[in-house]
């Protein structure tokens, strides 16, 4: 049979067969002397060795069309990558970070802001505005008035998504609107530190309807920036695309250059100041560590 790993713990891979039932499965050992290990998200073939108690083997893991580490996850179509208007405020850096993450794998990306209730109204015009010429889709909604759901449902019909973002901004809240079989653990805010408190605590993939499946994970407050040189950073800025034509130098890499068309899209508010002044700050990361 054909499945999908849902969830893996304590040595078991819990396999959903797109159906209605999941099976506990334990990895044969060619897949340990192979150095293969099977991630949620991963689609398998799998013997069932006990149906009335929902057990079985798998024997081979299909060839995945992509893999992230953080989250350890195999095989999603879109990343929808949470954060909330207010409490916590948005950490652009991070979100920044996390959005160069899925360029480098090619993954399309969603920007979702929760907590409206809490805002003051203008912070749609406001956020956008940050992403304008990025080509992220950007979409706002309240779990707690369960406004803006519609809109979320139709972004994850029919494909696999994980479920992304700091802790705190109602990942978890938004699983159980939409599967309320999910049970997650909610947390509050700490009012000292503006941070949320880790409810998920392991990545477990959620069957929502035919072919539609959402992963949720645990939350998190730092990612660095890896597989990629300084000079290449630019490149997994969508935005600096159409202004880079305007450089001098064909291999501008827009931070100590005179005549640069990024820059003077920042002076020119084509592309937002924050998002150039993470780019500025994770490109001297990289050329540190490079250095080191």
């Known amino acids: 049979m054909r499945g999908k790993i849902i969830k893996g713990i304590a040595g078991f891979y819990y396999v959903h067969d797109g159906r209605n039932r999941v099976y506990a499965c ?18 398998v073939e799998f013997d069932i060795t006990d149906e009335n108690a929902g057990e079985g083997n798998i024997i081979s893991v299909l060839p995945r069309k992509n893999e992230l580490i953080r989250p350890a996850v195999a095989n999603i179509d879109q990343a929808m990558l949470v954060f909330a208007v207010k409490s916590p405020l948005p950490n652009w850096n991070l979100l920044d970070r996390f959005l160069i993450a899925m360029e480098q794998k090619g993954i399309p990306i ?29 979409c706002f909604l309240s779990v707690k008035k369960a406004e803006g759901l519609e809109c979320i449902r139709e972004i994850l019909r029919g494909k696999t998504t994980a479920l992304a973002g700091p802790s705190g901004v109602g990942k978890s809240s938004l699983m159980n609107i939409l599967n309320p079989e999910a049970g997650m653990e909610t947390g509050a805010v700490s009012e000292k530190i503006q941070r ?9 993939l959620f069957y929502l309807e035919a072919e539609t ?28 695309e159409e202004p880079s034509k305007h450089c001098r130098f064909p291999d501008c890499v827009h931070v100590g250059e005179r005549e640069c068309g990024v820059k003077q ?24 560590r490079k250095k080191w």
Not at 27 to 43: E, H, S, T, Y
Not at 111 to 134: H, M, Q, V, W
Not at 266 to 280: D, K, P, Q, T, W
């Open 196 to 204: 949320g408190r880790h409810t998920t605590r392991h990545t477990e």
């Open 213 to 240: 499946y959402l992963l949720d994970t645990p939350g998190f407050t730092s990612m660095n920036v890896e597989g990629i040189e300084c000079g290449q950073l630019k490149d997994y800025f969508p935005e600096f």
């Open 265 to 288: 899209a920042v002076e020119e508010e084509a592309i937002s100041r924050e998002r150039y002044e993470n780019y500025l700050q994770i490109y001297q990361e990289l050329k540190g």
């Open 110 to 138: 969603v920007l979702c802001f929760n907590k409206t209730d809490l805002g003051d109204g203008e912070e749609p015009e406001a956020y956008r505005s940050i992403y304008r010429n990025t080509g992220y889709e950007i």
């Open 26 to 43: 334990k990895a044969k050992g060619v897949f340990r002397n192979r150095n293969i290990k099977p991630l949620v998200g991963d689609d």
